[in-house]
């Protein structure tokens, strides 16, 4: 089964050529702001959330199918709910990821691409979210880095999902935390660079400690940040800060495999 891990390389690829932001993991529900008990299409989205965020977690990519099978039988009793299209794409983003590093995107991934794109513009024009619009961002800049006539067909938009994700969360850390993976993995000439990446995840990471989504609006990202803080700080020879990162990030989520089965011993291997 192809692992649903978080790869450097691949996101090299998807990055360097046109600017643009990689999803993530997830912070626990137990961060997010407590309200009424949800209802309705709130609840399924409530439980889409959680589902995607344990099989991501877990790199169950048979639990994650479910979890879209589920949202897809919600959908069809609430077809227009911003959130429910929401995580049915970044379910599709999800599943999109799990392939091998240096494999190409197959028609299949492209399809769900796709498929994904259409439910994100749905839920934009319902309910615009700067989520959203990063998750968009993303998967229009898998596609336009599958090749030139690609790149120029969806490396635009890419480009302005981007920009309205930052208008429409300023002080959004998953906003943030995206935009600095899109610039460690972009040279300083085309507007990133590693310091400007850095800087952006240190402000990730100090937004996500005030951070407090209303549930189920999306609350991923607090572990993330420390994952790449440590690669980054690794990246520095800060060996020490990037175990701490690392640390951090297992607080955060336990059974985050991406940091405690590869990160996290090849930092150790690396003493």
Known sequence: MP???????????????????????IQPLSAQSTAAPLTGAARWADSAQMGIERAVLANDMDALTKVGAMIDRALAAFPND???????????????????DDSEVSEAIEQKLKQAIALLDRSAALRPL????????????????????????????????????????????RVALLAGIAAWFT??????????????VQQAIAGFAKDRPVRPLPSWGAAEAFAWLGQM????????????????????????RWVRDQLRPALDAAR
């Open 82 to 100: 911003p959130l429910l299209l929401h995580y049915r794409a970044y379910g599709l983003y999800r599943e999109t990821m799990a392939r091998d």
């Open 187 to 200: 040279p300083a000439m085309w507007g990133g660079g590693k310091d400007k990446g850095y800087a952006l």
């Open 130 to 173: 700067p989520e959203t619009q990063a998750l968009l961002s993303s998967c229009l800049g898998v596609l336009a880095g599958t090749g030139m006539i690609n790149g120029m067909r969806y490396g635009s938009a890419a480009s302005d999902a981007g920009d309205a994700a930052r208008a429409l969360g300023p002080t959004n850390p």
């Open 233 to 256: 700080e690794k990246d520095r020879g800060n060996l020490s800060a990037a175990r701490t990162a690392y640390d951090r990030a297992l607080a955060i989520a336990p059974d985050f």
């Open 3 to 25: 692992a649903l891990r978080f790869s450097t390389d691949r996101i090299s690829r998807m990055l360097c050529g046109t600017m643009l932001m990689a999803c993530a993991t």
